[in-house]
T-cell receptor, first 115, second 112 residues
């Protein structure tokens, strides 16, 4: 196992609601990246957090936001949920050293269903 | 055009067969390349990095052709346990923000 944990495992929400997903990174890792994986697709990069700051963002609207805490755990918040937000949300933990990051290790994901 | 393109398959092969997956990427400045494996309803797991000189890990061989922007994965002597979706992954830029770009995956089923 990677040591990356995510909660909750599954979640059902309705359109317009807000959701918070959580991720605990692997011990010794200071970088967390979030990805959205729709059914039948590869994961898509949402954003990355390094030392509590956003450090790169993919093509997602501002209603997708995040936080990283001093212990390097992270949250993904999604406001005004839409049906298309139904997906597997993955966080990936890695260690940034010398200006680059090494291998990303994925957590088991949170499966979000929006009705 | 997608940044990373893969043949979605499915590939259905008998045990012991050799199977090859191909992938193309659009950003010529891409810095690093990987194959990840994803089992049904599980998270992606790193299978291997891909180096310019080509690299091998047991039954798995990965090749990179930067001029053609093409990556391949060869699996020899397929096992039932190799059944999974194989994701071609590219890091499109250097620097600290390692933003991985995934293909849609190629589904492999190894049949007894």
């Amino acid at each position: 196992e990677t040591g990356v944990t995510q909660s909750p495992t599954h979640l059902i929400k309705t359109r317009g609601q807000q959701v918070t997903l959580r991720c605990s990174s692997q011990s010794g890792h200071n970088t967390v990246s979030w990805y959205q994986q729709a059914l039948g697709q590869g994961p898509q990069f949402i954003f990355q957090y390094y030392r509590e700051e956003e450090n790169g963002r993919g093509n997602f609207p501002p209603r997708f936001s995040g936080l990283q805490f001093p212990n390097y755990s992270s949250e993904l918040n999604v406001n005004a949920l839409e049906l298309d937000d139904s997906a597997l949300y993955l966080c990936a933990s890695s260690s940034a050293r010398g200006g680059s990051t090494d291998t990303q290790y994925f957590g088991p994901g949170t499966r979000l269903t929006v009705l | 055009r997608k940044e990373v393109e893969q043949d979605p398959g499915p590939f259905n092969v008998p045990e012991g067969a050799t199977v090859a997956f191909n992938c193309t990427y659009s950003n010529s400045a891409s810095q690093s390349f990987f194959w990840y494996r994803q089992d049904c309803r599980k998270e992606p797991k790193l299978l291997m990095s891909v180096y310019s000189s080509g690299n091998e890990d047991g039954r798995f061989t990965a090749q990179l052709n930067r001029a053609s922007q093409y990556i391949s994965l060869l699996i020899r002597d397929s096992k039932l346990s190799d059944s999974a979706t194989y994701l071609c992954v590219v890091n499109p830029r250097s620097g600290s923000a390692r933003q991985l770009t995934f293909g849609s995956g190629t589904q492999l089923t190894v049949l007894p």
